[in-house]
DNA sequence: ATGAAAGCGCTAACAT
DNA sequence: ATGTTAGCGCTTTCAT
């Protein structure tokens, strides 16, 4: 069976394709009673529009794309793959599709930014700050883009974004309130704007508290499994053994827990553990881990609805998530009784 | 700047915009000569046909789209969240797009027939069989698509299929051969494919060993964190507890060894766990959790290869993959010696 | 309010 | 080998 077009369904109304065009796109020109005619023939035989032509003719393309790069761990990608499945959640409310774009090289965003030539995207979602190199391209095109975990916090562009220093603090806070003196600190050097604001965090809750660190507690190559093993050891092999660790991602957690383990030392009898951005599988590691939850659903869902306001020009404004909502579980011994 | 157009491109080339049209689209009808020439101004303008026409025009949109349902349960999810890791990861090397498609439910279902009707998807990788009657209707259309993971050994649709009875089989002999006499089993009933596969692989390493199944040892309800530790504590509350549990997926086994310490159990000591899948995250719980190897890697780049031989209509064919490498960790207690 | 017709940017059949 | 032109299915301007 052929595909209906416009033509057919003005045969069938009596009327011309203009009409059916207007009905379509919600427009005026037509009366009441013809537009109700049309309605009712498009409702009957279940005519959708060639997707196409209408991308061609209103330079509208109902893609909203999903640009990230691909990092070498797959777990530090966790946290992305939560909010991924959010907005994929969400997207069900609109009317886009989602198309994923990996940017990992200049390759690849090179084909991101033809479908932007082609106006075939409405939008995009950036997982992670891209290059300021393609911001700006990006930026010269004067498509709607909005950032999420946007780790720059003097960009002029949109994002959704987590006080990761708020988040580091409070974190902290809470190890000092459980008896703790000696806090270790493990992050994420490559990720510049992460690392300042985590590690400021640290020192902050530490400074007000009027408790010292030692140089061999701040590590900072951690990156994946292998790395946040490694940054561990070196803590262990430091001239002063903390209490408690403090790590930037749930994820540098799970391999120093275990790197504590190897070492003959006990978790958290011996030395606790505070995670941050509360992953999934946080519940299920031994111990379970407590953590900071970072709201990766809500992030997702924000993605969504900032975007759309966007492309719809709409009022709209980058989103702050401060979140201190603690997760209490068994990785932190209270050393406060 | 506007956008070039192919006719810019005729002008700048004295030449007739067919005569750039087969360029564009490796066809004869030009002499070499013209055809160089117009390369270079292609090339130097960075010229790119606009999408939406040739789409229109050709009937072929530069899409996959990959269909799937969101699961109840995230950490059900991550099996395909490694697998979609690597379909994007191999898509580099095609000129396709990935969509999302959502087909959790009807109403979304009808989305992406939708795009099946308005020629705006070449082929559709779904993850998961979708509904029997959703098929249908996508063989009405003569899309190419196919079946990641799929349980219907005797569909008649392209799929990739891992031979869950063999890998079940291949577990519990490890099991048995590490001494192990009496065997649980912790599976989905849910997925009645799955279901019959795994518990059949299980059931006959236990006839072949001669060892007796007790009826409380096997448990079939899970399907997330909170049903899989539920089927643990039934075993455990059975008359007879099993030296080792067999879970037909490595999340399963995550909580049902929470469970079995809850219950003032040792893991491995008293009871060992052998899971399926080798999840990045089994080997961060404790103990790690030794497994049965599925590559989701292959499957996610076999995945894109095969739809894309499809699309082309070379010849291809399902995939089998047979897994039958055993991770070793640290959760099952060597009987034998 | 309604219809006719000129685009949108390309492909491909048809002339030359 | 090359140019001309009729589509593809819709939007939108311009008459009526």
Not at 99 to 119: A, M, P, W, Y
Request: glycine share 4%; proline share 2%; net charge negative.
């Amino acid at each position: 069976m052929k595909h209906l077009t416009i033509k057919d369904i003005a045969k069938m109304a009596g009327v011309s394709t203009a009409a059916v065009s207007f009905v379509l796109n919600d427009k005026e020109g037509v009366s009441e009673e013809t537009r109700e005619k049309i309605k009712m023939i498009i409702e009957r035989t279940g005519f959708t529009p060639n997707v196409h032509t209408r991308r061609l003719n209103l330079k509208k393309s109902f893609n909203i794309n999903l640009a990230f790069k691909q990092n070498v761990s797959m777990l530090s990608n966790m946290f992305y793959m939560e909010i991924l499945a959010s907005i994929l959640s969400e997207s069900k409310n609109f009317d886009y599709n989602i198309v994923l774009s990996d940017i990992s090289d200049v390759e690849r965003e090179k084909r991101l930014l033809n479908n932007i030539l082609n106006n075939d995207t409405d939008g995009i979602i950036f997982l992670q700050d891209p290059s300021q190199q393609f911001i700006n391209k990006i930026e010269g095109t004067e498509l709607p883009f909005l950032v999420v975990d946007t780790q720059r916090p003097n960009a002029n562009y949109t994002a959704i974004s987590v006080d990761y220093k708020n988040a580091a603090k409070t974190s902290v806070e809470y190890l000092i309130t459980k008896g703790h003196k000696r806090i270790a600190f493990i992050g994420m050097e490559t990720n510049t704007g992460f690392y300042h604001n985590t590690f400021g965090g640290y020192k902050e809750a530490m400074e007000n508290a009027n408790l010292p660190i030692m140089a061999g507690w701040i590590q900072s190559n951690a990156y994946d499994e292998k790395s946040s093993y490694d940054c561990m050891q070196s803590i262990i092999d430091s001239t002063m053994l903390p209490s408690a660790v403090f790590c930037a991602s749930d994820v540098f957690a799970y391999t120093s827990m275990l790197c504590t383990k190897d070492n003959g030392f006990r978790v958290p009898c011996d030395i606790s553990f505070f995670g941050m951005d509360d992953l999934h599988s946080s519940k299920y590691v031994q111990p379970s881990l407590s953590t900071l939850s970072v709201d990766e659903e809500y992030m997702g869902q924000a993605a969504i609805r900032l975007i759309d306001k966007m492309i719809n020009k709409e009022e709209y404004e980058s989103i702050v998530l401060s979140s201190t909502t603690i997760i209490e579980r068994t990785s932190v011994k209270d050393l406060s009784k």
